[in-house]
């Protein structure tokens, strides 16, 4: 072994120049200062001190602010971007304020002070800004002079300043545990939050605000494509529901919802999700959908068919309680959802497959999915008419229950037991034949 380490060949002296600024570009991303990777080799030294890039990501290492004013010096006039994780946030941003208006990304966490002079000045290419534990004051402005064209902002653990212009352009906003004022968010703070960024592509609040039952405006997104949204207030498990009412997202595409607790949940909640799979489901392409039920919510992956062989993921939605305890599950909340993708799932160009993975209780669901209907004709309109297969855990498989539903809906539908980790040996399938499972 020891041998062959001393004949094998090193090829990253030979890369291109142009791949080797690169490769060093994610070394010194990754926490590599430069000034540490050049002692590496005489060929790494000379590349790194000849390239002033390198030098632009400004690290509050605890060295001193001597090394700190050698890397602002050798990164000539190329944007900077910023991360400090020290609580010497002052000492470090005294050094940068000259160069405010080549600052590019501004990471800033874990300093728990206030920025009173942080953006004092323009940082007109200002396009990232990362402050978690650092905080406004209530009369504080972002970047006097002139507004940055911010467009991912992430505020963690943090008072919000008064003025929100600089939000205007975004296409990403993040926010938890903020507060206004040093008081907790009201509805009217977050609307005016939301209403400052109509330019959004991904929305993410994890945060906790004072709900009200004003009726607002809808605010339009049009560009918005992702968003999450969860609370940890146990106190208002209805805080939601005047921020979903307010959202009017016509191309959105990922929505991950979650509830502190479920009971009490409104009206406009369903609403909104049945809005969101009738626009999901308005193309005439071969859609599937996977519904995954949790001892704690509700997954549904829709997928597209690209040709006869793929499928490309096209949306997600999920609805979850992040409490432990089952109990806090509302089960009428996934029928509800069953219900909604039964009136919004498009019949002539769609599949739908069940995964139950809730082993205590799967009664409420296969309830559900045997109260048909008939027609004129008298034919049975079952719910879910484009359900392929239903899959749950096999201590259900001999209960009358799943029999009744599997004789009713077997011929149609391809019903398993089996536990998600099981491999495809240990599968029990209905054999609408024998009238029973039968291990594959």
């Known amino acids: 072994m020891q041998a062959a380490q001393e004949v094998a060949?090193?090829?990253?002296?030979?890369?291109?120049?142009?791949l080797l600024i690169y490769i060093l570009g994610f070394l010194v991303d990754m926490g590599g200062p430069p000034d540490t990777?050049?002692?590496?080799?005489?060929?790494w030294l000379n590349t790194i001190n000849n390239t002033p890039q390198l030098w632009s990501r400004i690290r509050n290492f605890p060295t001193g602010p001597k090394r700190i004013k050698s890397w602002i010096d050798k990164s000539g006039n190329?944007?900077?971007?910023?991360?400090?994780?020290?609580?010497?946030?002052?000492?470090?941003?005294?050094?940068?304020?000259?160069?405010?208006?080549?600052?590019?990304?501004?990471?800033?966490?874990?300093?728990?002070?206030?920025?009173?002079?942080?953006?004092?000045?323009?940082?007109?290419?200002?396009?990232?800004?990362?402050?978690?534990?650092?905080?406004?004051?209530?009369?504080?402005?972002?970047?006097?002079?002139?507004?940055?064209?911010?467009?991912?902002v992430e505020l963690d653990v943090i008072h919000l300043p008064g003025d929100l212009s600089f939000l205007k352009d975004l296409d990403t906003l993040i926010l938890q545990g903020v507060t206004w004022k040093r008081e907790e968010l009201g509805m009217d703070q977050l609307y005016g939050v939301l209403s400052a960024c109509p330019d959004l592509k991904l929305l993410n609040l994890n945060l906790h605000y004072n709900a009200d039952e004003v009726v607002r405006p809808r605010l339009?997104?049009?560009?918005l494509t992702s968003m999450e949204i969860s609370t940890w207030n146990p106190s208002?498990?209805?805080?939601?529901?005047?921020?979903?009412?307010?959202?009017?997202?016509?191309?959105?595409?990922?929505?991950?919802?979650?509830?502190?607790?479920?009971?009490?949940?409104?009206d406009p909640v369903p609403e909104f999700y049945g809005s969101w799979l009738a626009q999901i489901g308005r193309t005439d392409q071969q859609k599937r959908y996977e519904i995954s039920?949790?001892?704690?919510?509700?997954?549904?992956?829709?997928?597209?068919?690209?040709?006869?062989?793929?499928?490309?993921?096209?949306?997600?939605?999920?609805?979850?309680?992040?409490?432990?305890?089952?109990?806090?599950?509302?089960?009428?909340?996934?029928?509800?959802?069953?219900?909604?993708?039964?009136?919004?799932?498009?019949?002539?160009?769609?599949?739908?497959?069940?995964?139950?993975?809730?082993?205590?209780?799967?009664?409420?669901?296969?309830?559900?999915?045997?109260?048909?209907?008939?027609?004129?004709?008298?034919?049975?309109?079952?719910?879910?008419?484009?359900?392929?297969?239903?899959?749950f855990s096999p201590v259900w498989m001999r209960s009358p229950l799943t029999t009744d539903f599997a004789r009713a809906r077997g011929d149609t539908v391809d019903i398993t037991a089996a536990e998600s980790d099981q491999p495809d040996e240990h599968l029990h399938k209905w054999n609408p034949e024998l009238g029973m499972f039968v291990q594959t």
């Not at 016509?250 to 509830?259: A, E, G, I």
């Open 9 to 18: 060949p090193c090829y990253i002296g030979t890369l291109p120049l142009e």
């Open 37 to 43: 990777l050049r002692l590496v080799s005489k060929a």
């Open 78 to 152: 190329h944007p900077l971007r910023i991360r400090s994780s020290s609580s010497e946030l002052n000492s470090f941003l005294s050094l940068l304020l000259p160069e405010a208006h080549r600052w590019e990304s501004v990471w800033i966490t874990e300093s728990f002070s206030t920025a009173l002079s942080l953006f004092d000045k323009p940082t007109p290419r200002l396009r990232e800004l990362v402050l978690r534990a650092t905080s406004f004051e209530p009369d504080a402005t972002i970047c006097t002079g002139g507004r940055p064209l911010l467009k991912h």
């Open 220 to 223: 339009h997104f049009p560009l």
């Open 236 to 266: 208002q498990p209805r805080w939601t529901s005047p921020l979903l009412s307010i959202i009017d997202a016509p191309n959105l595409l990922y929505v991950d919802t979650s509830f502190h607790s479920w009971p009490g949940v409104p």
């Open 293 to 391: 039920i949790f001892p704690n919510g509700i997954l549904v992956d829709i997928f597209q068919e690209q040709d006869d062989r793929y499928w490309r993921e096209k949306a997600s939605l999920e609805l979850s309680c992040p409490m432990p305890n089952q109990e806090s599950f509302d089960t009428s909340i996934a029928v509800k959802m069953l219900q909604l993708l039964n009136a919004n799932i498009p019949v002539q160009s769609s599949s739908a497959m069940i995964d139950i993975c809730r082993p205590k209780d799967i009664s409420y669901v296969l309830e559900y999915l045997m109260q048909h209907k008939a027609d004129e004709a008298g034919r049975k309109i079952w719910p879910l008419p484009t359900l392929r297969s239903v899959r």
